[in-house]
């Protein structure tokens, strides 16, 4: 038999919750154990594994007596206490079956939204990995309210995969990819194999959730996926219950549907990521065409005159959606004055600004700087 090679890639998988645990019966042990199997096998072809893993709150609620997903925050934090001890054990005893150590990994927006805090997650996750462990990450819902909530796996596992420096994020979910339509809903849907570019129509193409245990859907799988061709890592989107798809991708297979970023995208500044990632956007900006095409096309800075509406409270510094005028996110970036002070100055010349008492302090300065500004892919 050969030698096992040194781990030299590294692929992030995320499990929704609709994949790794059943309504009526629960976990699923066979599932956990057959990725066991598919980590030892790509540790053997070179690659690290680290499993971004939904599931906590649908295995404690049955466990508390309930017969579907509560709906009130304390409930739901009890459900998360009681399952992520469930599902963490379950996925211990099945990697050290197939002789690999897991660790849990517990994040909210609280520890990634400070770029200091987003540094230490990032080191210890870079460290996890190097050990040959396999970090089981999900967001910690027993402390978790609305204001920190990454609200769904799909981001956490983007921000996971730009944290760990990931060359593969694999999205499993109870659907075999992307299609033009649902396919439920719309027998003429077609199966979607590549996607080299995410625009308004793919956005259009997805829908909603439509299981009792999920909180995503192919919505969230897609803005994940955006934001990763932005980053230069490849994601795929994929069926659990296809036979081993992580060693069948890693050894070169065409499994579900590959989001492909551009050659461009392949240096993308560490802290342009943590714009994109770390923290929810505080307000959103929405530009006219021109403005649009100065950021998106020649990369510019976004100026308070191509700025048509100003939504949401927020202060210098936050981050921004900079939407066009369908409301579809072209970019992120860093707020360069308060929300009062943009609302005033939203479509207004640098001259004009510059003569503005209340706005002086604005004078020569743009919206958001390009500096502090990521464009989506």
């Not at 990994?105 to 996750?125: C, G, I, P």
């Not at 593969?168 to 719309?186: E, K, M, R």
Request: charged content about 20%.
């Amino acid at each position: 038999m050969a030698a096992p090679a040194t781990p030299t890639k590294t692929m992030v998988v995320k499990i929704g919750s609709s994949t790794l645990v059943h309504a009526k019966t629960g976990i699923d042990r066979a599932f956990i154990a057959n990725l066991a199997h598919q980590a030892a096998e790509l540790r053997r072809m070179g690659w690290n594994l680290v499993v971004v893993s939904s599931g906590a709150i649908a295995c404690g609620a049955p466990l508390l007596g309930f017969e579907r997903r509560p709906h009130d925050m304390p409930s739901l934090q009890a459900c998360a206490s009681v399952g992520q001890c469930v599902l963490s054990a379950v996925y211990d005893e099945e990697f050290r079956s197939a002789d690999l150590l897991t660790s849990l990994v517990l994040l909210t927006r609280h520890d990634t939204a400070r770029r200091s805090s987003y540094l230490h997650a990032r080191d210890a996750l870079t460290r996890l990995v190097g050990l040959g462990v396999v970090p089981v990450v999900n967001e910690n819902d027993t402390v978790t309210v609305d204001e920190i909530r990454f609200g769904d796996n799909d981001t956490l596992a983007a921000l996971v995969s730009c944290l760990v420096s990931a060359d593969l994020c694999v999205i499993l979910s109870d659907i075999d990819g992307l299609y033009t339509a649902n396919p439920a809903l719309d027998p003429t849907a077609e199966f979607i194999p590549r996607v080299d570019k995410i625009d308004a129509k793919i956005i259009g193409s997805a829908g909603d959730s439509s299981t009792a245990v999920g909180t995503g859907g192919m919505i969230t799988k897609i803005r994940a996926a955006r934001i990763l061709m932005t980053a230069g890592v490849e994601c795929v989107i994929a069926s659990g219950a296809a036979e081993d798809p992580l060693v069948r991708l890693a050894a070169g297979e065409a499994v579900g549907t590959r989001f492909v970023p551009p050659a461009d995208r392949l240096d993308i500044a560490p802290r342009k990521l943590w714009i994109a990632l770390g923290d929810a956007a505080r307000g959103k900006l929405t530009v006219d065409e021109g403005a649009a095409h100065a950021v998106v096309e020649n990369g510019s800075s976004l100026l308070p005159v191509g700025v048509t509406s100003v939504e949401g409270d927020f202060a210098t510094g936050d981050i921004l959606d900079i939407c066009d005028r369908a409301g579809f996110v072209l970019a992120r970036g860093q707020a360069e004055a308060p929300s009062d002070e943009l609302k005033l100055a939203a479509g207004r010349h640098q001259d004009e600004i510059a003569q503005n008492r209340l706005l002086a302090a604005l004078a020569g300065k743009p919206a958001v700087h390009r500096d502090n500004m990521i464009v989506f892919a």
